[in-house]
């Protein structure tokens, strides 16, 4: 009786000591997982008021970019250049963004929360009247430069690349670029809620865009 006793005791204790040993575990787990992104689009232009209709957008994170996208119509962040400042290790809740425009500081500043999704416009000094370039003619004709070598004809070349990905990472890599990043993400974000089949953000297969999805989408960053 008295054996049976030390034994029983052992094994709780080695219980005991499997299920802290998880505990500990988990907080690890949480933060090597990837948070949601934040989502940004608005205008950019001149503090005089002047439109910005080329160039690119950059958010820097402790002075490293962290996303950048190219300006259209002087606006950025819109379909189908989306802008998303990724949280790759989970941790930049709370974090300051800086935005840079043609690599120009704006003073603009936001701070990054997951899964938010702000317009915000930005501006930096000057005028597009003394950004742009200049046009000279001579003698009423124009010249353009740059015209010559136009008799060759198109050839489209089409390139295959291998995948390194598991059976499961290849079902959410929605653009097939052989990785599990913010573009397979803005995928399943613009069929959010879709039940049409075969949907390419239908990662699962239910013919559903929602949160299962989503999760494959997790499991499986950056793999």
Not at 108 to 117: E, M, Q
Not at 147 to 152: L, M, N, S
């Amino acid at each position: 009786m008295v054996n049976m006793v030390i034994i029983i005791k052992k094994n709780i204790n080695k219980y005991l000591i499997l299920l802290v040993a998880i505990m500990g575990m988990i907080p690890a787990l949480v933060l090597a997982a990837p948070g949601i992104p934040h989502q940004f689009y608005g205008t950019v232009s001149y503090t005089d008021g002047s439109s910005i209709s080329s160039g690119t957008v950059k958010a820097k994170i402790g002075g490293v970019v962290v996303e950048s996208v190219a300006i259209s119509n002087s606006k950025y962040g819109y379909t189908p250049d989306l802008f998303f400042v990724t949280d790759p290790d989970g941790d930049r809740t709370g974090t300051t963004i800086s935005f840079f425009v043609n690599d120009v500081e704006t003073g603009t500043t936001a701070v990054f929360a997951n899964g938010g999704y702000t317009n915000l416009n930005l501006s930096i000094s000057g005028s597009s009247s003394t950004s742009g370039g200049s046009t000279s003619t001579s003698g009423g004709s124009t010249t353009s430069g740059g015209g010559g070598g136009g008799g060759g004809s198109a050839v489209a070349i089409t390139t295959t690349i291998p995948t390194t990905l598991s059976a499961a990472a290849q079902k959410v890599d929605a653009n097939k670029d052989n990785k599990i990043d913010v573009l397979d993400f803005n995928t399943l974000m613009v069929n959010w809620g879709k039940t049409t089949a075969n949907n390419i953000a239908d990662f699962n297969g239910d013919s559903k865009v929602d949160i299962f999805d989503f999760n494959m989408l997790m499991i499986n960053w950056t793999k």
